[in-house]
């Protein structure tokens, strides 16, 4: 099955520093990557979308200059929290989604989502 | 615009009696929709997905959706519950645009009893 490896799992650093996360699709090649937030026990808030060769999207309200995205390959999309705060800690989750084969309408290919990185900033 | 809601923010059934968690969707056209389950400090694993071409869908680890345009529902069910099944469950949409974002209901705790 499709697999998305997220990195690291965990992340513990100092306030001020920056911290990049790497999202990458193992068996597939995926255009869209989407980056999440998800605060304890809530569901997913969808922070940017990542496209490959071109500037990420950004949904209201996430500051663009404090979540760097970047997305090179059709492979690999990073996130760097920039100048890191404690209000930045929490659970950032990253999906991408299956080009897919054949025909078919591609909003019915699933996302596949990473493991997650646990970011704490203290 | 495209919405879900799941009914119970916390559902408890004991190890061996049937699953039920309650979606409700909206749409204005034909929906595609999944179930994804998330193991604590885990990403979500995909159970199902509904894309039109069959009303009952059949996922991994013996789930199960039925959609029911009618009654707009895509309830997830599993006869016999397991301790494994213990997780965090997510009914989502697809937004039906270029973006291909995902809705995300507001998820159901599944605790399973022994």
């Known amino acids: 099955g499709a697999v998305v490896s997220q990195h690291p799992s965990w992340v513990i650093c100092k306030s001020g520093t920056s911290v990049k996360i790497e999202c990458r699709s193992l068996?597939?090649?995926?255009?869209?990557m989407f980056w999440y937030r998800q605060f304890p026990k809530q569901s997913l808030m969808l922070m940017a979308t990542?496209?490959?060769?071109?500037?990420?999207?950004?949904e209201q309200g996430v500051e663009k200059d404090k979540f760097l995205i970047n997305h090179a390959s059709l492979t690999l999309s990073t996130l760097t929290v920039t100048s890191a705060h404690p209000e930045d800690s929490s659970f950032y989750i990253c999906?991408?989604?299956?080009?897919?084969?054949?025909?078919?309408?591609?909003?019915?290919?699933?996302?596949?989502f990473g493991d997650g990185t646990r970011l704490s900033i203290l | 615009a495209q919405s879900v809601t799941q009914l119970d923010s916390h559902v408890s059934v004991s190890e061996g009696t049937p699953v039920l968690l309650r979606c409700n969707y909206s749409?204005?056209?034909?929906?595609?929709l999944f179930w994804y389950v998330q193991h604590p400090n885990k990403g979500l694993q995909l159970l199902l997905k509904?894309?039109?071409?069959?009303?009952l869908v059949k996922g991994i680890n013996g789930f199960e959706a039925e959609f029911k345009k009618s009654e707009t529902s895509f309830h997830l069910t599993k006869p016999s519950a397991h301790m494994s099944d213990a997780a965090e469950y997510f009914c989502?949409?697809?937004?039906?645009?270029?973006?291909?974002?995902?809705?995300f209901g507001s998820g159901t705790r599944l605790l399973v009893r022994p």
């Open positions: 999906s991408a989604r299956d080009l897919g084969t054949g025909t078919g309408r591609s909003w019915y290919q699933p996302q596949h």
């Open positions: 068996d597939f090649q995926a255009t869209t």
């Open positions: 990542s496209n490959e060769g071109s500037k990420a999207t950004y």
């Open positions: 749409s204005s056209y034909s929906p595609s």
């Open positions: 509904y894309t039109s071409a069959a009303t």
């Open positions: 989502v949409v697809s937004v039906m645009d270029s973006s291909y974002k995902l809705i």
